[in-house]
């Protein structure tokens, strides 16, 4: 693997991971309503969108009266539904300053793209729609979910692209906002993150989101972030600051890495809680592996 290929994704390494998520074995929800995407699923909410509006029959539930076609035209209007052929899929991908980080294996980032292709294109073999939100600490992008390689190929574009993202600040209870905002009822959701800045405010949107939706957190990480090295003193640095790290103070190692392992169990807890998947995959692991 070249070093580009480490520290930053490519449109070519998202397009061929399609051949590995044909082999993949997602796992899918109980079953309660039959789909035309190739599988049967649970939906959270009514799973139906609209599709016109005729005029009011006898036996029409007075629920779908459409007020605004009725006061326009003078006669009572009802607006007509039709199921979902596909499920909505959504995967948000954290793009942030801490994503741009490994010891080994690839970036943060790069791992969360190529969990997020393979998502795609598993969902997109079973005749999901596909969309997406991609943020970093300068924006926030969102993809309506849409049919097809086109809606993958437009997905993996602002994967690639992540760095025309200059909008505004984007905190994580922000853009959970946004993402609730965005992810319809009944869509199956995946939150590709670290999930630093995970506060109550941000768990709040994460519970609205699950009431809703289908919602699997993946946790990326580094394994330095897990565990720090043997004893030693070792200098890391961004390229703008240095900090040096004394490894010898095994009361500060014990510490470091209870931090993460609380972090961790918080984040399972969160998903039992709020009945969740969670999932995690390390920078050094194959994405496919991870995801089996």
């Given at each position: ?89 959504f995967i948000s991908v954290d793009y942030r300053a ?163 392992n609380q972090h961790y169990l918080h984040l399972e ?24």
């Open positions: 693997m070249q070093v580009n290929d480490r520290v930053a994704v490519s449109l070519p390494t998202l397009v061929n991971l399609a051949r590995t998520a044909a082999g993949l074995k997602l796992y899918r929800s109980k079953i309660r309503a039959q789909q035309s995407g190739g599988y049967v699923s649970r939906y959270k909410g009514r799973g139906m969108e609209f599709d016109e509006t005729r005029l009011y029959q006898p036996g029409d539930d007075i629920r779908s009266i459409d007020w605004r076609v009725t006061a326009r035209t003078g006669k009572t209007h009802t607006k007509l539904y039709r199921e979902e052929r596909e499920r909505p899929v801490s994503m741009q980080f490994a010891t080994r294996g690839v970036f943060k980032a790069v791992q969360a793209a190529k969990l997020a292709a393979l998502l795609a294109w598993t969902a997109q073999q079973h005749g999901d729609r596909i969309g997406g939100q991609v943020f970093t600490e300068k924006g926030c992008r969102e993809l309506k979910p849409q049919n097809g390689k086109q809606g993958v190929l437009r997905f993996f574009n602002s994967l690639v692209h992540s760095a025309e993202l200059q909008q505004e600040t984007a905190s994580l209870p922000r853009v959970l906002t946004r993402l609730t905002q965005h992810a319809r009822p009944g869509s199956l959701v995946y939150i590709i993150s670290d999930f630093r800045g995970l506060d109550q405010q941000a768990e709040l949107f994460l519970a609205k989101l699950a009431r809703h939706c289908d919602v699997v957190l993946i946790l990326v990480f580094d394994w330095l972030e897990r565990q720090l090295p043997t004893q030693g003193r070792y200098r890391f640095t961004d390229q703008n600051k240095d900090l040096v790290v004394d490894t010898g103070d095994r009361h500060k190692v014990m510490q470091y890495q209870e931090k993460f807890r969160l998903g039992n809680k709020l009945n969740m998947k969670f999932m995690q995959c390390s920078t050094g692991q194959e994405p496919a592996d991870s995801l089996r």
